[in-house]
């Protein structure tokens, strides 16, 4: 009898601060952004409840063509990062020798604790007019006047693939470790050819590890916000500078919330679709400790 | 080696490798390399080397170290970050023994919540705890006159938002461990007439320890760089992230910035290299 005593207290202390933790940072936060934002300012401390912030953002083009670029450019750079990150976790898992493989994966790993700000910091001092770049080619007479490498929509989907391909290669990495190298080689013995057994045996193999890169990375996308403002510059409309703009600049909390609510309901159904189309679950994915 | 290509396409394959190495270290490079250079901007012709930028203390080249707003910055987020990472290092080793070693219904449901934060965007995180602490100060002021300062933009919101999603890193870096661990060793202590919290204290506290030091270093991270959740909570107390891209957005860039960026640089791979460390296995004796 005592020992069950001491486990459910044990339980009881244990479940405390993981429900305090939830809810009061998580679940109410939430729930309260949602409330705030069905309702709408009509006076000084006067309110009306209805989807009039929604609608707003229905009826302003300028509001649901930022979430829709925001969107499918987080797409394009998720592709990308695959495409991309896919053959650097396969030669570091599968071809590195044992030696260069754990250096090689520390190098990923560096820039992971280098913040934002400085890796995009890093790119403005490159690419910007009186850049690293431009003064090269101009020292090397390749151009004649200097070239404004900022500013557009490929540097700044260039940034964002630098900034988040690292989230791609580490759960990639990691699948593929424990892949054993004999199913490769059946699958050539069997007589397949590179591509064959990339797409049949590797792939499949690899996939709750792409689910989850490819969870993470648009997740870390769509929610980003310096490398869009400062690759980008003012005009480079990213959904999450609307929010920052209704918050901060406007002072319009309630559109603000119902800004940050469909983000959050746009990343969560592109998550949930992601999941479905490739027969995973969260659990078996971000989760995989 | 698993497969066996021909030479050219292992060879392409290296460089390509090569060069996807090149692409992370550029802006890396290049941000810190101009701490160094004696020019009063981030740009080349390269005037020749100098330390001004770190030890200098008077204008027009005024150093990090005599900077008061960027040690400012640097003395808050050292406060941030050490209260983050003491924090969610509690709550994760509680969840790690929650969630491996307690049966309870809907275990499943709730190891989802757990993770939940890590997919949700910094900047929601930062807006929504935002508008409940705004709501339960306003509410507090109007219906009690109480001023609830701790609840309006500052130190502790920022902790707190930090902390709602740096809890399950450090959650899930812990519960990796203790599922390693063998139950025989504390069924062995019992034996031999051990009390719980002996047991807890001298055999599974010190095996659990490298993944709590190791968690507690990624925490302090992991805060140490965040931007996005921080921007919407700060008060008056700037942590450095939101001081340097005030000054990188208001003054335009300056080579001091480029040393702060060389500075956290070698401080963050250093404590990564702790973290890597505390957490290999040492050999079995």
């Known amino acids: 009898m005592m020992q069950r005593d001491i486990k459910r207290l044990s339980l009881i202390l244990l479940f405390a601060p993981f429900a305090l933790w939830i809810l009061l940072l998580i679940i109410l936060p939430h729930l309260g952004m949602f409330y705030i934002s069905l309702r709408e300012k009509v ?114 989907i260039m940034g964002l693939v630098y900034t988040v391909i690292l989230f791609m290669i580490v759960p990639l990495v990691s699948t593929l470790d424990g892949m054993d190298d004999a199913m490769i080689e059946a699958g050539y013995n069997l007589g397949g050819n590179g591509p064959t057994v990339l797409r049949r045996i590797i792939i499949p193999y690899a996939m709750p590890g ?76 971000v989760a995989r400790s | 080696m698993a497969i066996k290509p021909n030479t050219a396409f292992l060879a392409s394959y290296r460089i390509y490798v090569g060069l996807f190495f090149v692409f992370l270290a550029a802006p890396l490079v290049a941000a810190g390399v101009f701490a160094f250079n004696d020019s009063l901007f981030p740009s080349l012709p390269w005037q020749g080397f100098t330390l001004d930028w770190f030890f200098n203390d008077s204008e027009p080249k005024l150093g990090m170290f005599h900077d008061r707003r960027l040690l400012r910055g640097l003395y808050y987020s050292f406060v941030i970050a050490s209260f983050v990472s003491l924090l969610s290092v509690f709550v994760g080793t509680c969840n790690a023994f929650l969630f491996v070693r307690c049966k309870f219904p809907a275990k499943d449901f709730f190891y989802i919540m757990m993770v939940l934060p890590l997919v949700i965007p910094g900047v929601i995180l930062g807006i929504s705890i935002l508008l409940l602490a705004s709501n339960i100060a306003n509410g507090a002021e109007e219906a009690l006159s109480l001023d609830l300062d701790f609840l309006r933009p500052g130190i502790v919101l920022v902790v707190l938002g930090q902390f709602s999603f740096i809890t399950t890193i450090t959650s899930l870096v812990i519960i990796a461990r203790l599922r390693k661990f063998d139950a025989s060793m504390e069924e062995a202590a019992y034996n031999l007439g051990a009390s719980r919290a002996r047991v807890l204290r001298t055999i599974t506290l010190p095996f659990l320890f490298p993944a709590m030091a190791a968690a507690g270093i990624v925490a302090f991270l992991v805060s140490f760089e965040n931007f996005n959740t921080t921007l919407f909570l700060v008060g008056s107390e700037a942590p450095l992230t939101i001081t340097m891209y005030d000054r990188m957005v208001k003054v335009g860039s300056t080579p001091v910035l480029n040393a702060v960026s060389f500075f956290l640089m070698i401080g963050s791979a250093l404590l990564a290299l702790v973290s890597i460390l505390v957490q290999r296995d040492k050999p079995q004796t």
Request: aromatic share 16%; hydrophobic share 50%.
């Open chain 1, 210 to 285: 792409i689910v989850s890169g490819c969870i993470v990375v648009f997740m870390l996308t769509a929610g980003s916000y310096l490398t869009p403002i400062l690759l980008g510059g003012k005009n480079s409309s990213w959904f999450t500078e609307q929010i920052y703009d209704q918050f901060i600049t406007r002072y319009n909390w309630e559109s603000g919330a119902a800004f940050g609510f469909l983000l959050l309901a746009f990343t969560s159904l592109v998550v949930w679709g992601g999941l479905k189309l490739s027969g995973q679950t969260l659990n078996s994915t």
């Open chain 1, 43 to 156: 006076g000084p401390r006067m309110y009306e409840f209805g989807l009039e912030n929604y609608i707003n953002f229905f009826t302003e083009p300028i509001y649901w063509n930022t979430l829709i670029r925001t969107g499918s450019m987080s797409l394009l750079v998720t592709v990308l990062a695959l495409l991309l990150g896919f053959p650097i976790a396969y030669y570091i898992a599968k071809i590195a020798g044992n030696r260069t493989r754990g250096a090689l994966f520390l190098m990923c790993l560096i820039p992971l604790w280098v913040s934002d700000l400085i890796r995009a910091f890093g790119w403005i001092l490159l690419l910007r007019e009186t850049g690293i770049i431009s003064s090269s080619l101009q020292w090397a007479g390749l151009i004649n006047t200097p070239i404004e490498f900022l500013y557009n929509d490929a540097t700044v």
